[in-house]
């Protein structure tokens, strides 16, 4: 038996894209997902686990049928799902009256249910969310029924106001495999039976890093997982370190290339750190070569050359300061109040 675990498509979501349009991002998801079903289809993957959050808003009807005609080309693989918090079964929601194509088996109820699939050997368990929190462990009581040989529960949550599960119950419940959903981070809670997929594409600004699926073998009762890279961008936050001799210009240069470096399909947050010379101002507004950049934001700090400054001040308040605190070490508190004295007075004496 082999399985495809995702978990938060958000499809209809619309993160931040950067100028260039980095793509339309919106669209960008539901083609990382249609392209995810083109790998159930060429891998001919038994099962398709979504473990919630595959909208994230309420899904228009036209969304649905899209996703169902999607699903229904699948020749060989059956797709079980739950809602999440972000798709969860309003009282108006089209969820609950939609019909899907017979190899599609939602888990939409709000107590524990089960799908059967004896060609496989397996049976797949979840129940849904029915309201946008939910407080309590209501995993904590969902043993499986022993149905089939190989057990797999679809789980929705771990933070407080949803569902906050624990490593420990979750094990103690006696399942083969546990696919989370609802942490956009994909992570292991435990090897090769409980794992988080995150969400096929990162949503937001801050979910960096990898994203994709999580691909399942299971034989003899045993599974081994792989985490699969697939989503078509990352978020990525990087620190720009300039230096004293760094122009602006070298500075837009190295980014540009640390940008090519770290692929030019990538959107960016930077931030620059380090010191710069004391006459030096990085234009950021000028620095974003590939419209990938969302956002730059300058740390850097004047080096300051207390001697000459303190040379050129002699008969005012800044040299009087730089005198006074004079001598100390580069980590002590008097240096520290060295540099901001310094860079205070400056400002006013620009001002
Ligand atoms: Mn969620």
């Given amino acids: ?152 529960l679809l789980a929705h949550g771990g933070d407080e106001k949803h569902i906050p599960v624990n490593k420990a119950s979750l094990l103690s419940l006696g399942y083969d495999y546990i696919a989370m959903g609802h942490i956009h981070k994909p992570g292991v809670v435990e090897e090769n039976r409980i794992l988080y997929a995150g969400a096929l594409e990162p949503i937001d600004k801050n979910d960096t890093g990898v994203h994709g699926y999580v691909y399942g073998k299971v034989s003899e009762g045993r599974v081994k997982t792989e985490f699969v890279p697939f989503a078509s961008r990352e978020y990525i936050h ?11 210009l070298e500075a837009k240069e190295l980014l540009k290339k640390k940008i090519q470096e770290m692929g030019v399909q990538n959107i960016y947050k930077v931030v620059l750190t380090g010191f710069r010379n004391e006459y030096t101002t990085f234009d950021v507004d000028t620095m974003d070569d590939y419209g990938n950049v969302l956002e730059i934001v300058d740390e850097s700090r004047p080096a300051y050359r207390f001697d000459k400054l303190k040379e050129e001040n002699k008969d005012n308040l800044l040299g009087n300061y730089i005198e006074a605190f004079s001598g100390f070490p580069k980590d002590s508190v008097e240096y520290m109040a060295l540099y901001e004295g310094v860079e205070a007075l400056l400002e006013t004496k620009r001002g």
Wanted: net charge positive; aromatic share 12%; glycine share 6%.
């Fill in 1 to 152: 038996m082999r399985f495809i675990h995702t978990a938060d498509l958000h499809l209809g979501a619309r993160p931040d894209a950067g100028k260039n349009n980095s793509g339309n991002r919106e669209r960008e998801i539901w083609e990382t997902f249609e392209r995810l079903i083109g790998v159930c289809e060429k891998k001919q993957v038994d099962l398709l686990l979504i473990a919630g959050d595959m909208f994230h808003r309420q899904p228009l009807l036209r969304e649905l049928k899209e996703v169902n005609y999607l699903f229904s080309k699948l020749t060989r693989t059956k797709v079980v799902m739950i809602a999440g918090n972000h798709d969860y079964m309003k009282w108006d929601s089209y969820y609950r009256t939609f019909q899907w194509n017979q190899n599609v088996y939602p888990l939409f109820g709000d107590r524990l249910q089960c799908a059967e699939f004896p060609e496989l050997g397996t049976a797949v368990y979840g129940l849904s969310y029915h309201r946008r929190e939910i407080k309590d462990n209501v995993y904590e009581k969902a043993k499986p029924w022993k149905k089939q040989k190989f057990e797999i």
């Fill in 238 to 248: 990087m620190k720009l370190q300039v230096n004293k001799e760094m122009t602006n």
